[in-house]
């Protein structure tokens, strides 16, 4: 175990002292005081290793990152978990814009709001599957370009309507489950809105209760209601715009 | 353009502005030690090429005087202003703007400031008719335009700019900021894309009392400079922010339309959000979008400006660039990350992201006058 007292600390020294700390065998880090440190956890290979972090990480939190969990006990800005590829990162707080930019595997659990372009050029390829929950709302372009992978809003204590703009534009592949029905077709033309079935909810339950586990909130808070599930209808969207009919 | 030279090392860097502003709506005065430390917290988010501040309430004594502020590459350069200043202004005071050289901000310009009323029996013919504001307006103008070597960076009152090449917390020591206080400050660290960094180019761009520090790139540049050249606005200093300073004069100042619309031309809606809206507003802003589609800014953005009445702060119409926001008391912060308010503001009353393209407004509360009627109105 190894506490970092990251006040006043450049992101550069913070890091070092993080992946020295990885090299002598540490697997368990506090960073206090962190505020606006950029690039925390980026780019580290390593699968037991838990990062805990308290104040507001910067920019690029675990941005390609392989197997490390990170848990931040504040909110957390832009860019978490940028083009990841797995581990976890936990936000008890809110996220900031472009979560999980390209994200390529591993999770992302975030209690509070995730703010624009949650999940934009999200992929996943066979066992690869990034998954993005958020507790409570997010902003617009919503999994825009979103290629893989899967992506729950739950919109907990959230009573009203959804008021981002172009919901999935340009979508075209993986999943999103709504915890609330919400008339799409306002959104976009890229996505098919089902009613989740059985399969999905044993889906969804495995990873729904690890994100009730890491919140500690009772897992029937959320799963009392039916989800939404809303596919592109296109794996091609955009195709007339480039090739002749 | 002046000829000051940039001695920073041009270390490539994956970052973009930061900007800060802080408002106190009761007018409480701060000194600059606040906005530095905050702006620092954004440090990589800038190069070295560029910071500055705005702050306002900090000269009471001569707060009914146009405060100048200007760069001068050489002494000649002086000479030739201080005889178009004279002849046309009654200077109360004039002094070199107390800077402290340091180790990373020794190569400057002359920094020099004019506490000035125009005269009523100006020389200037040509713009003897004008009113006070449309005159210092047009002096600054002259000045950047037509004077080799100057550049009037800051014409306001009760306000001042303090910029230069470098980053932001070394010039706040270079301009001794935590010896300046003020009820209003913005803060500008700068990452120059397009345009060169100089000490003119730093924001915040001030015109009378406008202040704007801006986080983006207006690609509509060419087209906001041609629509205001057409209202005799110049456009010299080599920085697409300069045009939203002028736009805001023109469209507040001069046309007269309220704050709030005026941002909606800068970030108009979209026409498929107008259509949604009821009648008057759809008329209204399909209006404003006709009249003034020359004065829209295009391309990613986040603005702080200051004003005399209080400060915006507002994203481009699908938030490019990061813009947070948060109140504690009579105090607002707005910053492009969320540490940097942290910095200076550990428990606020509220944090939030402002939505794309709507402002977030805070205005002086002006005390109450009791015996002329205005309780209740």
Known sequence: MMTIDAGGMHYKELNRLIRDGIGKGIKKFFLENVNGQYYIGDGIKCDDVVININGIPGNDLGAFMDGPTIIVNNNAQDNAGNTMNSGKILIKGDAGDVVG???????IYILGNAGYRVGIHMKGYNEQLPVIIIGG????????YMAGGVIVLLGLNDSDEFDSEYFASGMHGGTI????????????????????????ALFLKKYLTEYADSFNIPLEEITGKPFYKIVPSSARPYAHLYTSA | MLNIKNKFNLERDISGCGLVGIINAKKVRTNGSDIKKSISVEHDRGNGLGGGFAVYGNYPEYAELYAFHIMYDNLSAKKDVEGYLNNNFIIEKEEPIPTFRTAKIYDHPYLHRYFLKPKSDRQDKLFRELGDDDFVVNSVMLVNQHYDGAYVFSSGKNMGAFKGVGYPEDIADFYKLEEIEGYMWTAHNRFPTNT???WGGAHPFTLLDWSIVHNGEISSYGINKRYLEMYKYNLSLKTDTEAITYILDLLVRKHGIPIRLALTVLASPFYNKIDKMDRVQKELLTALRQIYGSALLNGPFAIVFGYSNGMVAMNDRIKLRPLVAATAGDFTYVASEEAAISAVCPSPDRVWSPKAGEPVMVEFEEPVMQNRGLVGL
Request: charged fraction near 40%; glycine fraction near 14%.
């Open chain 2, 196 to 198: 060169p960094g100089w």
């Open chain 1, 137 to 144: 709302k997010v902003g617009s372009f919503f999994a825009e």
């Open chain 1, 101 to 107: 930019y390209g994200m390529r595997g591993g999770r």
């Open chain 1, 177 to 200: 489950f709504l915890r609330k029905k919400i008339d799409f077709s306002k959104y976009s033309k890229d996505v098919e809105l089902y009613e989740a079935d059985g399969k999905d």
